[in-house]
Nanobody, 116 residues
Framework: QVQLVESGGGLVQAGGSLRLSCVAS????????MGWYRQAPGKERELVAV???????NYADSVKGRFTITRDSAKLTVALQMNSLKPEDTAVYYC??????????WGQGTQVTVSS
């Protein structure tokens, strides 16, 4: 059974930082892409950042320069360092592992709330 367990969410003031972590376990068919998505109330889930097994990364324009994604393929972990947080970053953040971005396995989500 595959499990993705996220941690690190919480409440922070605007301008602050949080670090999200995700640990994957089980028989995962593909870990080509490991990434983070978020879903704010009333909005669709959107990509935040993704890291390919080659080391290449991709970020949403709204978080470029503020967020950094890192992965450890051997340990099946992926982290998201979030700096200079803004109220519009408030959302439930989901870890994802799969053959393509947004496919495969999902974590249960962790709430990030940024107060103004």
């Amino acid at each position: 059974q595959v499990q993705l367990v996220e941690s690190g969410g919480g409440l922070v003031q605007a301008g602050g930082s949080l670090r999200l972590s995700c640990v994957a376990s089980g028989s995962i068919r593909s870990t080509y892409f490991m990434g983070w998505y978020r879903q704010a109330p009333g909005k669709e889930r959107e990509l935040v950042a993704v890291a390919h097994i080659s080391g290449s990364t991709n970020y949403a324009d709204s978080v470029k320069g503020r967020f950094t994604i890192t992965r450890d393929s051997a340990k099946l972990t992926v982290a998201l360092q979030m700096n200079s947080l803004k109220p519009e970053d408030t959302a439930v953040y989901y870890c994802n592992v799969g053959t393509l971005p947004g496919t495969g396995y999902w974590g249960q989500g962790t709430q990030v709330t940024v107060s103004s």
